[in-house]
């Protein structure tokens, strides 16, 4: 591992400043991911902030009835809270499929939304990886692809999102506030927050130097039947071949998101029936897909999946 300084924050405001004055600095917190990817020399900060003292580890209701999440919030917690369970069940229901119970302890809201893909040419520094080393092409194509994007991709990179919980807050049309180094604030959908790979596959969100994920605001419950239902090549330790969000409300309205299929959550910008045919919303899903073949499948299991969870 490359050496490093670290240094602890006291309050939002103070973890701010001490990343602005630090050229290269990252902020830590559960450190489940950033710490292998160092250890791999995948990331090499120069410095880390550690933000576990600062709060924003709350849960709290809003005015319009929905609830905002503390980006420090430990993904155990967040699956456990009552408000989540009885009201977003969904989100409680990816959650718990995600890691294991140890990383659940330990990984944060914030955390999750900002994981980078587990592609294996991402991981092997001795394979070509736009995303760890920009220009030097996409094993990925043409290469081993079974985990891989169907839709969103590009020439650059077809590397996927591997968040369950970020699956489930794209069905509940969850927005990200951020606190930004000059102490200015903004509010961002979490569609619009991943960036899709284009030709800077590096560049993977929209947030800026030194931005800090500060809280993940839901809207008022949905209400409804709340289904996640993640498909995998072992039951548990692994991350989604395909997974669907589903949101089936009293209304007859349907919400869904994928997994497993793209650089971040997908899903379709107009509503669902739930009377409409597992092929018609799989269809309109991925229109436009343009999967390898060696994840072609995926197609045909997004529509199984669909037609297993409209049955139930």
């Known amino acids: 591992m490359q050496q490093f300084t670290y240094e602890r924050a006291t309050s939002p405001s103070d973890a701010l400043h001490k990343i602005a004055a630090a050229k290269g600095g990252r ?12 250890k791999l020399r995948i990331e090499t900060p120069g410095h880390l902030v550690d933000i576990n003292g600062i709060g924003l580890d709350a849960i709290e209701s809003t005015a319009d009835g929905g609830l905002r999440i503390g980006a420090l919030v430990r993904n155990a917690d967040l699956a456990a809270h009552p408000w989540i369970r009885r009201d977003y069940p969904v989100l409680s229901l990816a959650l718990l499929s995600g890691a294991s119970g140890q ?42 692809s079974r985990q891989l994007a169907v839709i969103g991709g590009s020439a650059q990179c077809i590397a996927t999102h591997p968040s369950d919980m970020a699956v489930a807050l794209r069905a509940l049309d969850a927005q990200i506030e951020t606190m930004r180094p000059d102490g200015t604030t903004r509010r961002v959908a979490i569609d619009e927050f991943y960036l899709a790979p284009g030709r800077t596959p590096q560049q993977e969100t929209v947030l800026e130097e030194g931005e800090l994920i500060a809280w993940v605001v839901l809207g008022a ?82 529509e199984r999946t669909l037609r297993s969870i409209l049955a139930r």
């Open 221 to 302: 419950p949905p209400g409804g039947r709340h289904v996640y239902r993640k498909l995998r090549d072992r039951a548990s330790y692994a991350f989604a071949l395909v997974s669907v969000a589903a949101i089936i409300e009293d209304s007859g309205r349907l919400r869904v998101a994928l997994g497993g299929v793209a650089h971040k959550p997908w899903a379709s910008q107009a509503p669902f029936e739930a009377g409409d045919t597992p092929a018609a919303i799989a269809g309109r899903l991925l229109q436009g897909a343009e999967p390898s073949p060696g994840n072609a499948f995926k197609i045909e299991l997004v």
């Open 27 to 38: 902020f830590i917190a559960g450190g489940t991911n950033l710490l292998d990817l160092m």
């Open 103 to 144: 990383l659940r302890n330990r990984a944060t809201t914030g955390g999750n939304l900002l994981q980078r893909t587990r592609c294996p040419y991402f991981y092997d520094a001795n394979q070509p990886c736009n995303k760890r080393l920009p220009g030097s092409g996409c094993g990925a194509v043409g290469g081993y």
